[in-house]
């Protein structure tokens, strides 16, 4: 006779969780899906209207595999859920061409054959005029890059989870998980204990949360995101404005086309991702430093915007000591997977993490190489 499915625990269902048991569920798994919100909801990491995918991968060439696979787990998703969920209008890297992020990016696209384009700053200029580049500063256009919608994107991979047979318990914070003697999980919210034979933990910048958790080297911090009306609307849709991102010896950002609105929205990498260990007691505007901040890059280098943000968004994220996820079995415990740390660019990748932490559930291995990413890095 066939063994029982896993009963399986998911805890916190941003877009790693949602993913996660969508892939668990599509096993024949039994998923519980906790979390403390609804899906999609703007308290963590998984909001804010868009994301940036791109394959051309300055975090290293290793990701480039992966990242191939999350795409077609992108489509996937889109095909099975009937939704919108990635525009591939372009990427550009812009700015000196020895900054290390510009090498890297043509680094790992000549590793691994990626068709880009390399534009001098007249070109870039000609083709991309949202854009101001000083002389001597170079574009680089990745063509499988794009932007990703995100709250969509959550709601769909968990809806799909749902049709598979996985159950949904929203506004379930979990208040505890206690290893049972015989095996197993005891996982504890204010209304009910559940058992589980695994429990997968990706609690997005709440990790602060769980002892179990304590030890490794994972901080919350807050990630402000803002948005400036375009002068012209229809030249900074995405079939004219590839997702960005900018360095420049006065700023860096990441930038994003006009999507539902009239405005593009900027993420400054430049100015302080401060800690946020309580993702709850997150400010829900920005100071007038921030703004003044971000306008003055907006004003300097992205000309065709009027340079005061008529929007501030707030939102938390896990970074890691080394800006790694710790993807793989929870140190020191049995039949536990983690999945934390995204540092700033797990979104993109977050279907293929999914499929990975369900194998690694459902089958005790990969089936791509992790080992970068195992948490027990940190603990040999
Ligand atoms: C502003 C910003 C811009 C970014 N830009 C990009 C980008 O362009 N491209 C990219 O690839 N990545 C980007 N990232 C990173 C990416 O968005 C994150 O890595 C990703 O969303 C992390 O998802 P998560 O599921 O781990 O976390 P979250 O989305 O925070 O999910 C964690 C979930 O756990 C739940 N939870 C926590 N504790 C409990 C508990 N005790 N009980 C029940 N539920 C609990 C929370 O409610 C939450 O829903 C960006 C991040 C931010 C913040």
Redesign the pocket.
């Known amino acids: 006779m066939p063994a029982p499915p896993p009963r399986v625990a998911v ?8 993913m996660t048991a969508w892939h668990l569920a599509a096993r024949g798994a039994e998923v519980l899906a ?4 609804g899906p999609g ?1 703007d ?6 209207e ?5 394959t051309a991968y300055k975090e290293g060439a290793s990701y480039v595999p992966l990242l191939r696979r999350s795409y077609e787990l992108w489509r996937r998703l889109e095909t099975e859920s009937d939704r919108d969920l990635l525009t591939l209008c372009g990427g550009l890297t812009l700015g000196p061409p020895d900054h290390p992020d510009l090498r890297a990016v043509r680094r790992s696209a000549a590793e691994h054959g990626l068709d880009i384009e390399v534009l001098d700053a007249a070109e870039a200029g000609r083709r991309f005029p949202q854009h101001r580049l000083d002389d001597d500063e170079i574009a680089v256009l990745d063509r499988q890059a794009g932007v ?1 919608r ?1 709250e969509p994107a ?1 709601q769909a991979a968990l809806a799909r989870a749902q049709e598979l047979g996985a159950q949904l318990l929203p506004y ?4 505890g998980i206690d290893e049972r003697s015989g095996g197993g999980w005891r996982i504890r ?1 204010p209304r009910a204990t559940y058992d589980a034979d695994h429990v997968v933990l ?5 990790t602060g ?2 002892e179990r958790l304590a030890g490794l080297p994972l901080r919350g911090r807050r ?3 803002a948005w400036f009306a375009a002068r012209d609307i229809a030249a900074h849709r995405p079939d004219r404005l590839p ?1 960005a991102i900018r360095r420049h010896r006065d700023a860096g950002f ?1 930038c ?1 086309p006009v999507l539902d609105g009239t405005a593009v929205k900027i ?1 400054p990498h430049h100015l302080a991702w401060p800690d946020a260990d309580a ?1 709850e007691d997150l400010p829900r505007g920005a100071d007038a430093e921030f703004a003044q901040a971000a306008s003055a890059a907006v004003a300097r280098l992205l000309p065709g915007l009027v340079p005061h943000p008529v929007r501030i ?1 707030v ?4 970074s890691s000591a080394d800006e790694h ?1 710790l993807l793989g079995p929870l140190p020191g415990a049995r039949d536990a997977t983690l ?2 740390g ?9 279907p293929v993490f999914g499929e990975i932490a369900a194998s690694l559930v459902t089958e005790g291995k990969s089936p791509y190489d992790i080992a970068f990413l195992d948490p027990a890095r940190f603990t040999a």
Do not use: C, M, N, Q
């Open positions: 805890v916190g269902t941003g877009v790693i969780g949602a906790f979390d403390a919100y909801h308290r963590g990491a998984s909001a804010g868009s994301r940036i995918f791109r990703l995100p959550v379930h914070p979990v208040t919210t990706s609690p997005g910048p709440w949360s769980f990630i402000t995101a997702i990441s994003f993420v993702p968004g939102y938390a994220e896990a996820a999945l934390a995204f540092s700033g660019h797990g979104f993109k990748l977050a």
